[in-house]
């Protein structure tokens, strides 16, 4: 009870840091988890000298912030943001994880001299990108949905198969013809087990009559873990059962929905922040020395080779163009996601797992700086940038889902054709209309006779029933003008 105060106050601290660097790594175009990682090294033995070396609690408490991690990305999926791209992001997590085992494996067998398991082992370990990483940088830079939608999916999806090829090798099961099925019964049994809970689950909360708003967010969270559970105990994929029962939940018309979505995230975020939090204290910077060397040939070739040709191979079926495929190879975020998976051969035992780990941590630290800092100007330079696409904003105001009305965000970007259009030009349909401009730092209600300028940012409002139409007609100025119609866009 005496280092109670001490234990609490220590960790508010943190809690304060790490909400801090969240704005500096926004500035800096980087993901947080490296702020949050470089806390924990402090805190560790290189620093403040507390020694934390337990790989079973790291692993346990590492899949716990996974599953709230994947809650919040579930809930905070839209459906329609990702189906342009279901078909590409499913291929990405299931194709592309077995073709980037196949590859990292063979090549860090041959460039490391390890042996096949435990090259196999690296490669499902790094197959996996981090949900983490993509939902806070993706949704920042401005990307199109349908590369946001895709990459997103993506990162929900592929810890499931990834997670199962490492638990099959850490435990040196056999390996042969059998295990293609047991993936896709695993995977198969945890989408339907998601499904189930998501659907119930927002029928449930529906009809419910609870006695106060703020326990609608924890009965749905509540929804989600116990998804995973189910799923786990099943012997199926818990991983994907948590993450398709949020999108499931997340677009229903849920009670309260904002509240939900709200706390929801900062949940997430307090999944991200200890999670890393705990990494960075179990990392030791001495060892880390000693990986670098093929920390950095394993990213080389996830890099170089493994990453581009499992996109490639994965896009085959779809009308993916060059562009897009460049920006989703690059894409490919690692962050905490494998260094919990590299946990689980540690706790198992397995001879080499250390040096596995100590790897991964100096490939998440390089590769992150490296793709994080590169991302937005990649996607400039694709012409991948969505100029003033309409972009959703997150609304902290129950009276709206009452309404059933939307918030959404617009920012009319260099060179869009929307700059010199009369607000009465944009024709928005009928339940959406603009409500405030915000030019050079000073908001005003715009007026039949405001012309927009570049660098305006509108905030429109709109029913949910018109909230698409309202998007596409955006887009469509956007790209066209005034005469968009004329000109045949249609915006989508």
């Known amino acids: 009870m005496e ?24 500035r800096l175009g980087l993901p ?29 408490l590492g899949l716990a912030a996974l599953v709230m991690i994947l809650t919040e990305g579930g809930l905070t999926t839209r459906w329609h943001a ?35 398991r435990m090259a196999l082992l690296w490669g499902a370990v790094l197959a996996s990108t981090d949900s983490a990483a993509v939902f806070s940088v993706l949704r920042t830079i401005g990307v199109g949905k349908r590369l946001v939608g895709t990459l997103e999916l993506e990162s929900g999806i592929n810890d499931a198969p990834a997670y199962i090829a490492v638990v099959v090798l850490a435990e040196a099961s056999v390996v042969d013809w059998t295990l293609p099925l047991l993936v896709v019964y695993e995977l198969a049994l945890g989408l339907g087990l998601g499904l189930l809970f998501g659907w119930v689950g927002a029928l449930a909360l529906r009809r419910a009559a609870l006695p106060a708003t703020g326990l609608y967010p924890l009965a749905t969270v509540a ?32 009670p309260h929905r904002s509240d939900t979505l709200s706390f929801a995230e900062g949940l997430g975020w307090l999944a991200q922040i200890g999670l890393f939090v705990l990494l960075g204290l179990f990392a030791s910077p001495t060892r880390l020395l000693d990986a670098v060397v093929p920390g950095l040939i394993a990213g080389a070739v996830v890099l170089v080779l493994s990453r581009p040709i499992s996109v490639l191979i994965a896009a085959l079926p779809f009308k993916v163009s060059w562009r897009e495929q460049t920006f989703l190879a690059w894409a490919g975020l690692r962050g905490a996601v494998p260094i919990v998976l590299a946990m689980i051969p540690l706790s198992e035992g397995v001879p080499g797992a250390q040096r596995l780990v100590d790897a991964v941590f100096v490939l998440v630290i390089v590769l992150t700086l490296l793709q994080g800092a590169t991302l937005a100007p990649l996607a400039r330079k694709l012409g991948l940038d969505a100029g003033g696409e309409a972009k959703e904003i997150e609304v902290d105001s129950a009276p709206l889902d009452e309404l059933g009305a939307e918030l959404l965000q617009v920012r009319i970007q260099a060179g869009s054709k929307m700059h010199g259009v009369y607000l009465t030009e944009l024709r928005l349909p009928e339940g959406s209309t603009i409500s405030l401009v915000v030019r050079d730092g000073h908001g005003f209600t715009p007026q039949k006779t405001t012309r927009l300028q570049e660098q305006d940012q509108l905030l429109v409002v709109t029913t949910i029933a018109a909230r698409d139409a309202a998007e596409r007609r955006l887009r469509a100025v956007d790209r066209a003008g005034r005469l968009a119609r004329w ?3 249609s915006g989508r």
């Open 3 to 26: 280092q109670l105060p001490i234990v609490l106050g220590t960790g508010g601290v943190v809690l304060l840091s790490a909400v801090i660097a969240v704005r500096v790594s926004i």
């Open 32 to 60: 947080s988890l490296l702020l949050y990682l470089a806390i924990g090294v402090l805190i560790g033995e290189a620093g403040f000298g507390v020694e934390f070396d337990n790989p079973g609690l790291t692993q346990s």
């Open 82 to 116: 990702v189906k342009p791209g279901l078909g590409t992001g499913i291929a990405l997590s299931t194709v592309g994880v077995g073709v980037s085992i196949a590859i990292t494996g063979s090549a860090l067998h041959w460039l490391l001299g390890l042996d096949w």
């Open 223 to 254: 929804v989600c873990v116990l998804a995973y559970s189910s799923g786990q105990l099943a012997h199926a994929s818990g991983l994907l059962a948590t993450y398709v029962a949020g999108v499931v939940l997340g677009n229903s018309r849920l």
């Open 487 to 489: 000109r045949g866009e």
